[in-house]
Each structure stands twice: as structure tokens, then as C-alpha cells.
């Protein structure tokens, strides 16, 4: 009997997996912060012509911009190809749905709405909600190279941000730039204020400035005690516009001002004001503003400056050295003109000290040949001689101007705002430099501008402060939550850890998939007992996210 062979085609489940990762924990504090909540409350949309609603739409884009896939923003629909989306932005929204058109209509509404007005409302109710209490603000600027051509030379539109080449610190004045002024808070680093400017601001015009603008509206919103700025801040108008609004600022004072330079000279060491910093206290007055100013050494920098200044110091009285028997070598008709040469080059020393300098007759015979005999040497003009040499302070003078800087702030009252205080509010400036790193950073592909015009820019501009200010609010969540339950999280060499940073913490929850199949509900996969760790402690909402 022959054998019967099924030649059916059996159907297969349809199964796919979707790219989870860290984006949960970005679209979760993206609405624990209410973001888009306050974006859709504000702006006035039809949501009968609109799909994805502007809240939506920067949601999208905040994820696209925290995602370090490399891809820029107007790759959105790609980015989410892979994406469970409707899980991450609402029911309904699909990766087709986040193209160019989509995105680039949410941007130019966001700039109808004002760019800084709109995202200091998003800020205050992230802070509203994360409980921080705002007593101490960072300000900064920062600078963005641009691509494309943006028609530097016509005049811009009235409050339309001005594209144009401008000073650079990487040394490319040839390109165009736009300039990028925060607000930070003190805890957190959450960015409180953003302003997008021309490229060729003033830094130390802008600062004061925006504290004046928006003056009314932080007042509001926070209780702002101390502005904290670097020596962008201090001149004699920023003092006096300060001192008008009665604000107390911290800020350091710009080594090239003579009272900063004479300061510096002194070899005072003063005493130890925290580990690795010696502090010596003097009052200062500069723009009619009594102040208290701190000379801070740091022990740490004095110990990087050693070699170095030791060479410098070696190179420099060498060329001074030469120079001065160049000097010595030279015949002058008269007293007075080697007086004023021996003159002219003392003012231009820096290391070396001149001994016995003086100028002295010389000696010799006018005629050409061998003179004739009995015949005796004339003063046939005069010759600078002296003896050079290191002042054995020279090399200390230098490394403490080296590794000194100076503090300075409109708070007399030690009880309220003590020396340490000072320093170590001066040095949680850094949050806005780290801010500025993070949107510098190359895997942060938001930065790489290109788009149809300026407004659209302004509106990205504000898009890239939300992923900074979402970055921070998950830092600090985490960090938050970890001191209340007593536990850590592991770093990358294994070692619990209570302070980690936001990068990790997305690195912490990378490799979860989620898998679908047609007609079972979704399952999570690859979820870790790390990754379950990370979740819970950021809590329910998180957990709903990932399950």
C-alpha cells in the first residue's frame, strides 16, 4: 500500500519583535514630568486635521533624540520602524505617522508659541512635580555650528534668532553658528530657562540680560536666591543691573582685570578652606557693588602646573638671556641711548632680574688698522652691562597665579553664605557645562542642524533642552530613589553605586525586545534581573511600561 504524503502548507505563527530598551524609561519620565500635557494644554491644535498632536510629536522627537542610534532627527520614521510605538506615544501612532511633514508642522508651531516663554512653563511643572525646591540657578552659553545655508547678511525677522559666523571656539569663524543661553538648577541640572541667540552674542551682555527678562517670570515660578555665572557675568554694568534688582550672585572674577592680577601676585597662601582648596578672604568693590572676593588655590592644579611652568620658565629666561647679550654686544653713540634701550628691554622682562645694570663708557680707537705705539684708547661710545638672574620666588610667583583663580559675590554676611558655601556653589556650575556636553556629545545626533529655516531651528533648539532636562529628571529620579530604599546599582566594573549617571542608567535597560504575535498579547523578553531592578525603583508607571 502506498504511503499518503500531506503536501498542505502549514501556517506558521506571525511573530516579529520590537526594540524596547531604555526608551520606556524616556517615555515614562517624558510623562511623569507632564511635558506633553502642558505642550497640547497650551497649543491650540485641531485634532481633527492632526494625527499626532504637537505633545506627541516632541515626544517622538525627545525619544528619537535620546535613542544614540547615530541617526539625525528627520530619520524619525527609520528610527521607529523597530519602535512599539503606540506603547511609547499613545494608541494608534504608528512609525508612518512620524515623518518629515509630521514633524516638521509640530516645530513650526512650537515657534508660533515662543520658544522661551512656552519651555520655561514645561520646566516649572517638571520641577512642580519632581519636588524640587529652585533656591540657586547656573547660567551659561553655548555656541552650535550650523550646516546649510542660512543667509547670514539679511536682516532678521523680529524675534527670529540670527544665524551667523561669529566668534568660535574651535577655531572655525568661518562657519555658521547659533548661540544656546540655559538656566540650570542647582540639584538636578534641570535647564529652568532657554533662549536661543545669534551667533555673534555677546556673552557677557546676554547673561545679565536674560536674568532682566525673565526676571519676573522666575520670581514666580521659583525661589531663586543666588545667580551663579562664570566671568562672562562680571563687568561694571552686569554689577550695577544686579545690584538694581537686589539679586545675590556668585561668579568669578576675569583674570585679565588689574584687581584680579594683584590679587594673584601676593604669595599668601591663606588657610585650608576644603580639601585640595587654600582660601584667603578680601572685600572688593568694583561698579560701585561692595563684595566679598575669594583667592582660591588648588592644591590639584598647582601639582599639574609644576613641569609645565618649570619649562616655561627655562624657555623664557633663555630668550630673555639672549636678548640681553644682544644687548650688551651693541654700541651706542651716546649715554642717554644705551640708558633707554637698557630701559626699553626691562619693561619687557617677565622671569629674569637684571643685577648691577648700568651703562659704562666704551673704550677703543676711531681709526681703522693697528694703532700706532704710546697711542691710548678713547671713549668711543657707551655699552649696557649687567647680570642676569632668576628671582628664586619667580618660579612660586607663577605657579600660584597659575593655579589660583578668584571668587567673588554681593553676599557680605558669612552666617548665611559661608567661604565653603561660596565654592562649592561656584562649582556646581558644572551642571551646565555637563549639560552643553550632553548636547554637544556626538552620539547625541540632534546637534547636527540642518533644516529649511531659522524658526524651525529655534523650535529644535528648545526639542533639544526637553531630551536635556528629560536626561536630568531620570539622573536624578534613579539617584533619588536609591537613597530613600538603601540600595545601589552596578556600575560597569560590578561595584554598586549610588550616584549613577543618566548614559548608564539607559545602558542599565538596553537589550529588552518585545515580542508579538498575531492574536496573543505582547510578551516582554531578555528582562534581567538588573534591568527589573532599575524599573522597580523608578516605580508603577515605569513597570506598566515593561510588562
Known amino acids: 500500500?502506498?504511503?499518503?504524503?500531506?503536501?498542505?502548507?502549514?501556517?506558521?505563527?506571525?511573530?516579529?519583535?520590537?526594540?524596547?530598551?531604555h526608551l520606556g524609561v524616556v517615555a515614562g519620565v517624558f510623562d511623569e514630568l507632564g511635558i506633553g500635557e502642558v505642550l497640547d494644554q497650551v497649543i491650540p491644535q485641531d485634532r481633527s486635521q492632526r494625527r499626532v498632536s504637537v505633545g506627541q510629536a516632541v515626544k517622538a522627537m525627545v525619544l528619537n533624540g535620546l535613542g544614540f542610534v547615530n541617526r539625525t532627527l528627520y530619520l524619525t520614521p527609520a528610527f521607529y520602524a523597530d519602535k512599539p510605538t503606540e506603547r511609547l506615544l499613545g494608541a494608534g501612532i504608528r512609525p508612518e505617522h512620524l515623518h518629515d511633514d509630521t514633524l516638521g508642522r509640530a516645530l513650526d508651531t512650537l515657534y508660533e508659541q515662543d520658544v522661551t516663554g512656552l519651555y520655561a512653563l514645561v520646566a516649572a511643572e517638571a520641577c512642580r512635580r519632581l519636588g524640587l525646591r529652585v533656591t540657586v540657578g547656573h547660567l551659561d552659553i553655548t555656541r552650535f555650528h550650523?550646516?546649510?545655508?542660512?543667509?547670514?547678511?539679511?536682516?532678521?525677522?523680529?524675534?527670529?534668532?540670527?544665524?551667523?559666523?561669529?566668534?568660535?571656539?574651535?577655531?572655525?569663524?568661518?562657519?555658521?553658528?547659533?548661540?544656546?543661553?540655559?538656566?540650570?538648577?542647582?540639584?538636578?541640572?534641570?535647564?529652568?530657562?532657554?533662549?536661543?541667540?545669534?551667533?555673534?552674542?555677546?556673552?557677557?551682555?546676554?547673561?545679565?540680560?536674560?536674568?532682566?527678562?525673565?526676571?519676573?517670570?522666575l520670581r514666580t515660578d521659583y525661589e531663586l536666591e543666588y545667580w551663579v555665572a562664570d566671568s562672562a557675568l562680571y563687568s561694571e554694568a552686569n554689577l550695577r543691573l544686579l545690584a538694581g534688582h537686589q539679586l545675590n550672585w556668585i561668579t568669578r572674577v576675569p583674570a585679565r582685570l588689574s584687581l584680579a592680577q594683584d590679587a594673584l601676585r601676593r604669595l599668601d597662601k591663606g588657610t585650608l578652606l576644603a580639601p585640595g582648596y587654600l582660601?584667603?578672604?578680601?572685600?572688593?568693590?568694583?561698579?560701585?557693588?561692595?563684595?566679598?572676593?575669594?583667592?582660591?588655590?588648588?592644591?590639584?592644579?598647582?601639582?599639574?602646573?609644576?613641569?609645565?611652568?618649570?619649562?616655561?620658565?627655562?624657555?623664557?629666561?633663555?630668550?630673555?638671556?639672549?636678548?640681553?647679550?644682544?644687548?650688551?654686544?651693541?654700541?651706542?653713540?651716546?649715554?642717554?641711548?644705551?640708558?633707554?634701550?637698557?630701559?626699553?628691554?626691562?619693561?619687557g622682562l617677565k622671569v629674569i632680574q637684571l643685577e648691577d645694570a648700568r651703562v659704562e663708557?666704551?673704550?677703543?680707537?676711531?681709526?681703522?688698522?693697528r694703532p700706532t705705539a704710546g697711542s691710548r684708547p678713547e671713549v668711543i661710545g657707551s655699552r649696557v652691562s649687567g647680570a642676569p638672574m632668576i628671582p628664586s620666588d619667580a618660579r612660586l610667583q607663577q605657579?600660584?597665579?597659575?593655579?589660583?583663580?578668584?571668587?567673588?559675590?554681593?553676599?557680605?554676611?558669612?552666617?548665611?553664605?559661608?567661604?565653603?558655601?561660596?565654592?562649592?556653589?561656584?562649582?556646581?556650575?558644572?551642571?551646565?557645562?555637563?549639560?552643553?556636553?550632553?548636547?554637544?556629545?556626538?552620539?547625541?545626533?540632534?546637534?547636527?542642524?540642518?533644516?529649511?529655516?531659522?524658526?524651525?531651528?529655534?523650535?529644535?533648539?528648545?526639542?533639544?533642552?526637553?531630551?536635556?532636562?528629560?536626561?536630568?529628571?531620570?539622573?536624578?529620579?534613579?539617584?533619588t530613589?536609591?537613597?530613600?530604599?538603601?540600595?545601589t546599582v552596578p556600575d560597569q566594573r560590578g561595584k554598586g553605586v549610588t550616584n549613577p549617571t543618566a548614559r548608564w542608567i539607559f545602558q542599565c535597560v538596553a537589550g529588552i525586545h518585545v515580542l508579538l504575535s498575531e492574536g496573543q498579547a505582547a510578551m516582554i523578553l531578555n528582562l534581567t534581573a538588573r534591568h527589573q531592578l532599575v524599573i522597580n525603583l523608578l516605580g508603577q508607571p515605569y513597570q506598566q511600561l515593561y510588562s
Open 146 to 217: 550650523l550646516d546649510g545655508t542660512y543667509h547670514h547678511a539679511d536682516e532678521p525677522a523680529t524675534e527670529v534668532v540670527h544665524i551667523t559666523p561669529g566668534y568660535s571656539r574651535d577655531h572655525r569663524p568661518d562657519l555658521n553658528q547659533v548661540m544656546l543661553n540655559l538656566l540650570v538648577e542647582h540639584r538636578a541640572g534641570i535647564p529652568l530657562l532657554m533662549k536661543p541667540l545669534a551667533g555673534n552674542s555677546s556673552d557677557t551682555v546676554e547673561l545679565a540680560g536674560r536674568i532682566e527678562t525673565h526676571l519676573q517670570q
Open 279 to 347: 582660601c584667603r578672604t578680601q572685600g572688593v568693590e568694583s561698579g560701585g557693588v561692595r563684595q566679598r572676593g575669594l583667592v582660591l588655590t588648588s592644591v590639584h592644579a598647582l601639582k599639574r602646573a609644576a613641569n609645565s611652568v618649570t619649562r616655561q620658565l627655562l624657555r623664557e629666561s633663555q630668550r630673555e638671556t639672549h636678548a640681553f647679550d644682544s644687548l650688551c654686544q651693541q654700541r651706542f653713540a651716546c649715554a642717554p641711548d644705551a640708558q633707554q634701550a637698557l630701559e626699553a628691554y626691562c619693561q
Open 399 to 479: 605657579l600660584w597665579q597659575q593655579s589660583s583663580f578668584i571668587l567673588a559675590t554681593n553676599e557680605l554676611d558669612h552666617t548665611r553664605w559661608s567661604d565653603l558655601q561660596v565654592l562649592q556653589t561656584y562649582k556646581a556650575q558644572q551642571r551646565a557645562e555637563r549639560g552643553f556636553r550632553f548636547l554637544k556629545d556626538p552620539q547625541f545626533q540632534a546637534t547636527q542642524f540642518y533644516l529649511k529655516s531659522p524658526q524651525r531651528l529655534m523650535a529644535l533648539l528648545r526639542v533639544m533642552t526637553l531630551c536635556l532636562l528629560v536626561s536630568a529628571a531620570v539622573e536624578y529620579r534613579l539617584r
Open 361 to 369: 663708557p666704551l673704550y677703543g680707537h676711531r681709526r681703522r688698522g
Open 1 to 21: 500500500m502506498a504511503a499518503h504524503i500531506d503536501t498542505g502548507t502549514r501556517v506558521t505563527p506571525n511573530y516579529r519583535s520590537q526594540t524596547l530598551d
Open 481 to 487: 530613589a536609591l537613597a530613600e530604599q538603601q540600595q
